[in-house]
């Protein structure tokens, strides 16, 4: 079975940083390209970042670029997301995932920034 355990998150200040990660067992991880999600409450789930199998190229959210980076380690079949000056309204539950539609999204990450 895919697995996918997202830690990293906590409570932090505007303009903390964090790096969630994300460790995936179950499948070839060096074989997928991999995205992080967040949901927040009362908001559709949004799109993060999403980064190729060998890591060769990264995408951003408009709302995250520049602040966020993605990466991974497939040695280690762990994914990161550094997220640098965070704000306020980027709090909720982190995933990471195969397909940001279609899931799984496994066990995420709280984040919380706030003052």
């Known amino acids: 079975d895919v697995q996918l355990q997202a830690s990293g998150g906590g409570l932090v200040q505007p303009g903390d940083s964090l790096r969630p990660s994300c460790v995936a067992s179950?499948?070839?991880?060096?074989?997928?390209?991999m995205s992080w999600v967040r949901r927040a409450p009362g908001k559709e789930q949004e799109w993060v970042s999403s980064?190729?199998?060998?890591?060769?190229?990264?995408f951003y959210a408009d709302s995250v670029k520049g602040r966020f980076t993605i990466s991974r380690d497939n040695a280690k079949s762990t994914l990161y997301l550094q997220m640098n000056s965070l704000k306020p309204e980027d709090t909720g539950v982190y995933y990471c995932?195969?397909?940001?539609?279609?899931?799984?999204w496994g066990q995420g990450t709280q984040v919380t920034v706030s003052s």
């Open positions: 995932t195969q397909d940001p539609e279609k899931g799984p």
């Open positions: 179950g499948f070839a991880f060096s074989n997928y390209y």
């Open positions: 980064i190729f199998a060998d890591g060769s190229s990264t």
